[in-house]
């Protein structure tokens, strides 16, 4: 009998009561019922919610559930619901209104219609019905209902019940955006009792049309969070060093010249006067480029490269023909258990590499399904060019092996993207981690002096033209996993680094009178950095937080390396919606509309900001979005496409060992004797 359930269709039945999801691939225990709970997306006692699940799937498993508590609901319950909602508090009997007259105007418009979909619908589809209505008069955008405050705000109006009073516009734009403006800005404080021990950054994120019109939206970061604190309309002024000098000047005494650590800019404006400026004025505050920014160019430079362009255009050739096609689709879908074949990156580039990733997981599944019986007895897509060449790019040998180098030098560089994407401090880590990603690339190309010599200059020009900071050889060289670690030993050019940041962040000799046996305190392990709690900590607390624990004996070191280690390195890579910003800059808006909608920015701003910062360590990736970006080169067909473009071949771009057989994996981040780029 439990196997005639539908939704054994998208499960796998294990051993004993468990069951696979086919989409996200977790086990559960508790068989079926479990699974289409944990389908149906709904809240449900110990029972985690699919994150890959298609929307059709979970409607489907939602209404197979209500259906079931229809049926198992006796007489007498179903008429004490029904007297529940006909008398909220002092609702009198003559003065009942149906579920339809509070739903919408559209209820008005089609009351025929409205009335007869309504009376047909369980409880559950009634409210779901509500809801969809209130989406869909108010163009609301569907991705809303995977906000957290979404479905807390279900809880609340389901937990208050029937009766509740919405508030009213003036309500929301008064009395609750002072309020909810007040509580972020009261976290704001909070963070910024730290500042005064770990120092900030302040983010200079730019975005122009090239045009007429530039925005500027400052933010403030430090270990606990990272806050949005204003957006700028910089467009009559963005040329003018004056202006925009008086502009950071301003941002700078916001948070307090002494606090403030480095700013972050967009490394593709010309700041050069402001940067100038800044120098001068602000002794012991650095500039610093946003690395997220160069290592997406570093990718963008490698997709360019023309075998690995090649590659590109061949794998959306095939993610083109099955995302534009809905039976393709589904037979996709259907041998990759509901996966997606591509990704959807932070950048164009990053895309590019992330779906190649994803194919090569995909390899064997896509040849099983281009040979099995279900695609090549269906005519109707079979004998399309686009199918011809599809199956041709699969079954080439040349491809898949064009696939692994690609993602075998793109891959350590992701890994770095990550690490300085999440909005944790990162200068402790950058110099380490961009040096373990050439490493990977030299001993990959170990035979091929030629391409490592093509992929490696891209990496050295955008180190050393935009990447590098003076705080990141200083992060290292404070990093102790870095320090102790005894495969490493310094660069010449790291320790300079190291002591111009010293004499930037202690400029007279009275604060440097003790700074070299302290160094040499820290460098030989004495005093409390030879303790073993200290010792065993090197490679597991941050690095901020060990020097915060450890670093006594050497306090006024301790000082520096806390405020060097606790910055980030990159702008922050939530979505910015530049749209709305714009919105708040127009001319046509009055004073109290503007100051309204500035104010819900931050708040909303703010509100993602610190999801993100919450979520970001255990359930997203920082360098790629949920959703599949539908209008992106990997799925919208180009207008002059070319079914054979799959004929041409990788040449001697592949000429050498045989690239399936190389363990890149292994070779990835290996150690450094000698450490520096």
């Not at 225990?29 to 979970?58: A, Q």
């Not at 009213?168 to 500042?195: C, F, G, P, Y």
């Not at 916001?254 to 403030?260: A, L, T, Y």
Request: net charge neutral; proline share 4%.
């Amino acid at each position: 009998v439990r196997e005639r359930d539908v939704c054994w269709e998208y499960a796998e039945k294990l051993d004993g009561n468990k069951v696979r999801c086919k989409f996200c691939l977790r086990v559960l225990n508790g068989g079926i019922s479990r699974l289409k709970h944990h389908l149906s997306r709904l809240p449900s006692k110990g029972v985690n919610p699919c994150n890959k699940v298609r929307d059709d799937v979970t409607d489907r498993v939602r209404a197979i559930i209500s259906s079931k508590e229809d049926i198992k609901e006796t007489p007498s319950v179903k008429k004490q619901k029904i007297a529940e909602v006909r008398a909220p508090g002092n609702m009198s009997t003559s003065s009942k209104i149906s579920p339809l007259e509070t739903l919408s105007p559209a209820a008005k418009v089609f009351p025929t219609v409205l009335s007869i979909a309504a009376s047909t619908l369980s409880d559950q589809e009634t409210v779901e019905r509500s809801i969809a209505l209130f989406f869909f008069e108010n163009k609301l955008d569907f991705s809303v209902a995977r906000s957290s405050s979404y479905q807390a705000m279900i809880d609340a109006v389901g937990k208050f019940g029937p009766g509740l009073i919405a508030p009213s516009v003036e309500t929301l734009k008064t009395t609750w955006l002072k309020r909810i403006k007040s509580e972020v800005t009261l976290h704001l404080k909070d963070a910024e009792k730290e500042w005064a021990t770990t120092g900030c950054t302040i983010i200079a994120d730019t975005w122009t049309d090239n045009k007429s019109k530039a925005l500027i939206n400052f933010l403030v970061s430090s270990p606990s969070r990272t806050f949005f604190h204003k957006s700028v309309d910089a467009s009559s002024y963005f040329k003018n060093t004056k202006c925009l000098a008086d502009l950071f000047d301003s941002v700078i005494q916001d948070f307090g010249q002494e606090n403030v650590v480095q700013i972050i800019m967009d490394s593709s404006f010309n700041y050069t006067g402001i940067s100038s400026h800044i120098l001068q004025n602000y002794g012991t505050i650095f500039l610093s480029p946003c690395a997220s920014q160069c290592l997406n160019l570093i990718l963008e430079e490698f997709s360019r490269v023309d075998w690995v362009n090649r590659c590109i255009l061949q794998a959306q050739t095939v993610s083109k023909f099955l995302y534009n096609n809905a039976s393709m689709l589904d037979l996709m879908k259907k041998f990759t258990g509901g996966q997606e074949l591509i990704r959807t990156g932070i950048t164009k580039s990053v895309s590019c590499f992330l779906s190649l990733q994803s194919m090569l997981k995909q390899r064997s599944r896509l040849k099983h399904m281009f040979n099995s019986p279900e695609y090549s007895t269906n005519s109707s897509y079979t004998n399309k060019p686009q199918s011809i060449s599809c199956v041709a790019i699969v079954e080439d040998n040349d491809f898949w092996r064009a696939v692994e180098e690609c993602v075998a030098i793109s891959e350590p560089f992701l890994k770095v993207l990550r690490e300085v994407s999440g909005g944790k401090p990162a200068v402790g880590s950058i110099y380490e981690l961009m040096t373990r990603a050439k490493e990977s690339i030299r001993t990959y190309y170990i035979m091929d002096e030629s391409k490592c010599k093509t992929f490696l200059d891209i990496v050295d020009r955008q180190w050393r033209d935009q990447l590098h900071s003076p705080l990141h050889s200083a992060g290292a060289f404070l990093n102790p996993s870095i320090q102790y670690n005894p495969e490493v030993k310094f660069l010449g050019s790291i320790k300079e680094d190291f002591f111009k940041v010293l004499e930037k962040l202690l400029p007279t000799p009275e604060l440097r009178r003790d700074i070299t046996n302290q160094i040499f305190t820290f460098t030989r392990a004495k005093g409390m950095f030879a303790c073993n709690l200290a010792m065993e900590a090197r490679d597991t607390v941050s690095p901020g937080l060990w020097w915060e624990q450890f670093g006594d004996s050497a306090p006024m070191l301790q000082r520096v390396a806390i405020r060097i280690l606790s910055q980030v390195c990159s702008t922050f890579t939530f979505e910015r919606h530049w749209s709305t910003f714009q919105q708040i800059h127009t001319e046509k808006r009055n004073k109290i509309d503007k100051e309204t909608l500035t104010d819900v920015v931050y708040i909303n701003y703010n509100l993602k900001l610190a999801r993100e910062m919450k979520t970001m360590p255990t359930e997203s990736d920082p360098i790629q979005f949920d959703d599949i970006d539908m209008t992106s080169e990997w799925v919208e067909e180009s207008e002059n496409p070319s079914p054979t473009q799959w004929l041409d071949r990788f040449g001697s771009a592949l000429d050498g060992g045989d690239l399936n057989t190389r363990q890149f994996s292994a070779a990835m981040f290996g150690n450094d004797h000698i450490f520096g780029l």
